[in-house]
């Protein structure tokens, strides 16, 4: 049974950071890349960033490109989102999601499974 579990988000001012971590289990993490995705109130689902199975390549939102690196880590079975230069529209729930394939999809149909989200409020 996949399980994606999410965490490190919060509170952060303006220009601030914080470091979001998904923990995985359940399929063989290292063979799927792994994207994130958020929903803003009254808002869809917004893919955000996407990282290959072996880590090789990542892809980002035009919105988040420069700000927000991704990693991921296969011996630990966790892939991460360094959320840097914080914006009050940055505020959002945020999902990890489980890739369909090895290469990243920049769309959220792209993947098959979603964790339960962390809350991030960007706000003075």
């Known amino acids: 049974q996949v399980q994606l579990v999410e965490s490190g988000g919060g509170l952060a001012q303006p220009g601030g950071s914080l470091r979001l971590s998904c923990a995985a289990s359940?399929?063989?993490?290292?063979?799927?890349?792994m994207s994130w995705a958020r929903q803003a109130p009254g808002k869809g689902l917004e893919w955000v960033s996407g990282?290959?199975?072996?880590?090789?390549?990542?892809y980002y939102a035009d919105s988040v490109k420069g700000r927000f690196p991704i990693s991921r880590d296969n011996a630990k079975n966790t892939v991460y989102l360094q959320m840097n230069s914080l914006k009050p529209e940055d505020t959002a729930l945020y999902y990890c999601?489980?890739?369909?394939?090895?290469?990243?999809?920049?769309?959220?149909?792209?993947?098959?499974?979603w964790g339960q989200g962390t809350q991030v409020t960007v706000s003075t």
């Open positions: 990282i290959r199975s072996d880590g090789s390549d990542t």
């Open positions: 999601g489980k890739g369909r394939y090895s290469n990243v999809r920049v769309t959220t149909s792209g993947y098959d499974n």
């Open positions: 359940g399929f063989a993490f290292s063979r799927y890349a």
